[in-house]
């Protein structure tokens, strides 16, 4: 730059002015601002004057001037590349002459200008930026060694990746140890720079860092009892991620760290004590942890307990004063986006109701929403829930003294905190809790009507996490009063407790089936009643409470006294809500699950909630072609509301069968499944392949036309990468080909292969086997001579991925698939014959044309082989195989 540029002073006036004006509070002089500001965009030296206002303007007051750097900021974040050359040289040449600004402030803003710049791919066009600051951290004044390393931080949180690639010629390599000697500087805000700098390397394995592993981890315990809590914090966050990438290099060291942690976690910073929780979360999902931990229990164990107490803040926060707020509307902001659970077909195993869920550890670390959402308290519960499933019931002899004294403490913090400990431990220590259940049970109970909301709150939660255990004693005894209490905690007068006593009732619904139907009419008027009394949020909770039970009573909810009281709000709520609403997607989840339990007894609501549905799902695809076509003008659509839709027309076909016939005959549904099978959305087709085989099962007619067309996108989208997607394709597959029969056969070549490839795949999740197992044994039954040549390279995975579903219809029909291609190919079981007879003797009670199938295939065999090889060869079995054989097939 031959001359320095200047500002021009009208217009330096009307940008003060603006800054000025944007520190308003009024939304419309906001909104009056952004306008002028993308209007000066236009001008080409608009930035110059930013800069200046920052670096020069030293008669302006601070928050003005670092504002002014901020708008530069979201400037050079949005149109960095079309500044003029002129123009970013003096923007960088005055952040590196200002880094060291007296003000720490202002140091600060150009600092995040400084990363900015950076990140827009300029470390390259930068060259200089690296080496200066590195130069100015050995400046003997203290803003400027300040400013670089607050800059130099922020570069190492944004570009790590680019920091440690080819890209720059390996700048760390100078840098990390230059890092190393400021963890010694005598300003504790250098010390703290320089470990975070370093941190950011670590969980990467950067190589430059690895190779100085040693003197990093000495200098770290030297600034192990530093005075400064942000050092302290740096240093337990440096040794948590060191316990994940270099556990080698902290083992010999093991004992004093876990000494010094324990210390940390009760440091008096919270952010320190919450940095060093994290340890102990960490630490239990290396396998070393139970011979590291076995000595330090007895320390341990009391100081996570005393985490779990609320703090003072917590309760301020959470308005923990407030008993009763049921009337008060939420805010809006506190009500957080759901997901929804598409669809996903899964056979029923022996013995099982419904699937266990692994999640409800996090429901308890979900409620606090108000608060930040981690800290201490859940941190330390969610340590001792991990380390109870380490440890198992040899945590108890170090919990259980402890518990006597919280459970019944008068002061409700303790007592609560008890509470959540008891919930905590609930998965890992079940078996060692049995005995005190009888008693401890009753007591919680009572603790759902203590005086305290944040105390019968938890309770919900913690009885939830002892559903199973309530649920397998008899019902008069725990079931029926939890069960009561739980209900009346639904009505409570606060938000919080509603929510989680809602939260609990659905686990008990999961966990109690069948046992909850002698309490169905006292159940629904609870939760009816619930309906008019709740604000938004746990609305929506209830609906989930709803659609659990049906899925847990299934047909028993099928009566015209529990329809009358249940349909009503249900469909008033569904009239209300516009179709841009997101609340349409709980509720329709929830009609899902209500339609396919009531079946019949759902005919009368049918056909708006079928119509709504197609609406939807024609609206969303619209919606998607207009925003594909001109992006500017058009939004994409939210394709949640076309996935839900889907799913609540596979409810309606399942719950409804052939009744549903009129109404697909009157749509576009088959059209429009067209296209949904085709969207870029996983999700979409995933829900789109279950209806299809739901209206295969329910109304082939209106189906088969589109066969020819629906076959190769269903072959396309055997790819078990993506796993609920293949999953749903192969099940439609099996029932097209059920209801096909013999003219199944030009599309075997489509899909046959892959579905081969997918069950000899290792790792292959069990529900994506057993499908494509019966898919496999459908296709063979009604096309037996194209599939039977390929027996030998499935039957293996075959028998042992079915011998553990229940019997049922798909099983029958695969299992008449596979003997029908025996009978064609007797060779390609020859080699695995042992597992075929192991997956017969899987049957309970086939029916009597399939045992005799059966029958056939083992004496057959038995008599091509003749008396001896056949002991020979039986003698291989296992006992209970051999006796269920000899019992039910003579053989």
């Known amino acids: 730059m031959e001359c320095e540029w200047k500002p021009d002073e009208q217009g330096l006036q009307q940008i003060l002015q603006l800054l000025k004006e944007s520190q308003s509070p009024d939304t419309s002089t906001q909104r009056s601002v952004q306008q002028r500001l993308e209007q000066l965009n236009q001008y080409p030296d608009f930035n110059n004057y930013l800069i200046f206002v920052l670096t020069k303007l030293k008669s302006e007051d601070e928050p003005t001037r670092s504002l002014s750097g901020l708008i530069l900021k979201n400037n050079v974040k949005a149109h960095y590349q079309n500044f003029p050359i002129g123009v970013s040289d003096f923007i960088k040449s005055e952040c590196l002459q200002n880094i060291g600004d007296s003000s720490p402030l202002i140091r600060a803003t150009v600092g995040i200008l400084i990363t900015t710049i950076a990140s827009k791919g300029e470390l390259q066009n930068w060259p200089e930026l690296l080496p200066k600051l590195c130069l100015l951290l050995d400046s003997e004044d203290y803003n400027t060694c300040e400013g670089a390393f607050g800059a130099l931080q922020k570069i190492c949180e944004d570009s790590a990746e680019i920091l440690d690639s080819d890209m720059l010629d390996r700048p760390l390599n100078i840098m990390i140890p230059k890092f190393l000697q400021f963890f010694k500087h005598n300003s504790p805000k250098i010390r703290s720079h320089a470990i975070a700098c370093v941190n950011q390397f670590i969980i990467s394995r950067t190589q430059a860092l690895m190779l100085h592993i040693d003197p990093f981890i000495e200098n770290l315990f030297a600034l192990a009892t530093d005075e400064e809590p942000e050092v302290r914090k740096n240093v337990c966050r440096a040794l948590v991620m060191l316990l994940e990438v270099r556990l080698d290099r902290l083992l010999p060291h093991m004992h004093n760290i876990v000494e010094y942690m324990l210390q940390r976690t009760q440091d008096p910073d919270e952010n320190v004590a919450l940095e060093a929780c994290e340890f102990w979360l960490t630490l239990a999902e290396q396998p070393v942890c139970k011979e590291v931990l076995c000595g330090h229990l007895s320390q341990l164990i009391p100081v996570l307990v005393n985490g779990m107490k609320y703090s003072e803040i917590d309760i301020i926060l959470l308005k923990g004063d407030i008993e009763e707020d049921e009337a008060i509307p939420d805010n809006e902001q506190d009500i957080r986006p759901r997901f929804h659970r598409s669809r996903t077909v899964a056979q029923q195993h022996e013995g099982d109701g419904i699937e266990e869920d692994d999640d409800e550890m996090d429901d308890e670390m979900d409620d606090d929403d108000t608060i930040s959402d ?473 029916n009597d044309d399939l045992r005799e199938m059966f029958y056939k295939i083992l004496h057959g065999f038995k008599n091509q082989v003749g008396e001896e090889n056949w002991r020979r060869f039986s003698d291989q079995f296992p006992l209970p195989l051999k006796e269920r054989l000899a019992t039910f097939y003579g053989v």
């Open 374 to 846: 981690w800290n201490l308290r859940k941190c330390s519960a969610a340590a001792l829930d991990v380390l109870a499933n380490v440890f198992r019931d040899d945590l108890l002899l170090h919990i259980l003294p402890l518990l006597k004294e919280l459970l019944f403490h008068p002061d409700w913090v303790v007592k609560e905190s008890g509470i959540l400990v008891l919930g905590a431990i609930a998965e890992g220590c079940m078996q060692g809790m049995i005995p005190y259940l009888p008693e401890l049970i009753p007591h919680l109970i009572q603790c759902l009507s203590d005086k305290k909301a944040l105390v019968r709150s938890i309770t919900c939660w913690t009885l939830s996490r002892y559903a199973h255990w309530v649920v397998s004693q008899p019902p008069d005894i725990y079931l029926k009063p939890l069960m009561t209490e739980l209900l009346k905690r639904i009505l409570d007068s606060n938000k919080r407790v509603q929510e989680a006593a809602c939260s609990a009732f659905a686990t008990l619904e999961e966990e109690a089936c069948t046992e909850l139907v002698p309490y169905l009419a006292f159940i629904l008027d609870t939760l009816v009643f619930a309906f008019s009394k709740y604000q938004h949020k746990n609305l929506l909770i209830l609906y989930d409470a709803i659609g659990t039970l049906a899925d847990s009573v299934g047909h028993h909810l099928n009566k015209p006294e529990y329809i009358q009281m249940l349909m009503p709000p249900l469909i008033q709520k569904w009239n209300q809500l516009k179709d841009e609403d997101k609340d349409l997607f709980p509720l329709l989840e929830c009609l899902s699950s209500v339609a396919t339990a009531l079946q019949s007894g759902f005919l009368p609501y049918c056909e708006p909630v079928y119509q709504r549905c197609v609406n939807l799902v024609q609206k969303t695809l619209a919606q998607a072609m207009l925003h594909q076509s001109q992006p500017d003008q058009y939004e994409a659509p939210d394709k949640d509301f076309m996935i839900v839709a889907l799913d609540l027309l596979s409810g309606l076909a399942e719950g409804l069968g052939g009744t549903i016939e009129q109404l697909v005959a009157r749509s576009n549904i088959l059209t429009l499944m067209y296209q949904c099978m085709q969207d870029k959305m996983p999700e979409v087709r995933q829900s789109s392949f279950a209806l299809l085989g739901d209206l295969t099962k329910a109304c082939f007619q209106h189906v088969k036309p589109c066969i020819a067309d629906f076959m190769p996108i269903l072959g396309t989208n055997l790819n078990p990468e993506l796993i609920s997607v293949c999953n749903n394709a192969t099940w439609a597959i099996g029932e097209i080909s059920i209801q096909m029969g013999p003219e199944m056969q030009p599309y075997i070549t489509m899909v046959l292969h892959q579905l081969v490839e997918i069950i000899n795949r290792p790792n292959t999740p069990k529900t994506l086997l057993e499908n494509t197992a019966i898919t496999i044994g459908r296709l063979g039954y009604v096309c037996p001579q194209e599939v039977a040549p390929m027996l030998q390279q499935f039957i293996r995975p075959w028998c042992t991925s079915l011998r553990n579903i229940r019997d049922n219809e798909e099983k029958d029909s695969a299992f008449r698939g596979i003997c029908t291609m025996i009978s064609v190919n007797p060779g390609g079981v020859v080699q695995d014959f042992i597992f075929f007879c192991d997956a017969v003797a899987s049957w309970v009670n086939p």
